[in-house]
Structures are given as structure tokens and as C-alpha cells.
């Protein structure tokens, strides 16, 4: 998948910044056009990851041509195209085996008890609050 991002030219002394036109707030900035991109891409994970998290809808990409005949404010600005791996939007649950000692495995089911968890919903919160 790739989302359409815009790209406001740098100088020598101005960073190039990078907005996301289908995804509200997402912008992202390098000193060059190159890590420009790097963070765009970046930027758009974290805001895609992020509306997951909220139980939002993901908007899907525009088209280049649509999105300049409706952003004028974009005229001379740069349009390049970021690609997205779709395992980010991937909320498809997966069976996974993992190893632990006892002690921490004792401690963990714990923890998830006194807040009226599963293990599995636990283990989940906790790496995304993290």
C-alpha cells in the first residue's frame, strides 16, 4: 500500500517538511529529501498504529491526481508516494508460543488476574502502552 505524501521544498537552512493528505495531523519533516521520506513513512506508521489503537477507521489511500485538484495550498509543493507495509494494519490474531520461566509466567498471570485480564489481553495492553 502507499499513501500519497506532500513534500514542501528545504533550503540550506529549512528542513524539508512532509504532510499526509488523507491522514489528519500527520506530518513529518528531514533535512533531506531523503530522510524526508525515511520519516514520512515513519510518521504514517505511527499515526495508522496509533488510530488502530483507538478503534478508528483507516482512510485508504487517494489518488495523486484527486488530491491535487482538492489541495491547492499544495501548488508547489513536491507529491511522492510512501509505501506502507500492510502487516501495520494487520489486526488479524496470531497464535504465538513463547518461553518463560515459571517465576515470571506466575507473576505475569498475577498481574493480569488483579486487573481482569487474560494473559494474552495483558501481554497485548502492556506492549502497546509501552
Known sequence: MRYPVV???GT??????????????CFSAGDSM???MTNAEEAIT????????AGQEIPQPS?????????KAYKTWIWALVKVDPAVLDD????????LPRRVLHRLDAHAKAVGETRSGFIARMALEH
Do not use: C, M, Q, Y
Request: hydrophobic share 45%.
Open 34 to 36: 531523503d530522510e524526508a
Open 63 to 71: 489518488d495523486i491526481a484527486t488530491l491535487r485538484k482538492t489541495h
Open 46 to 53: 505511527a499515526w495508522i498504529e496509533a488510530a488502530l489503537d
Open 92 to 99: 488479524t490474531l496470531e497464535r504465538v508460543n513463547i518461553s
Open 12 to 25: 540550506t537552512t529549512e528542513a524539508f517538511g512532509v504532510a499526509v493528505p488523507d491522514l489528519p495531523g
Open 7 to 9: 513534500i514542501e521544498p
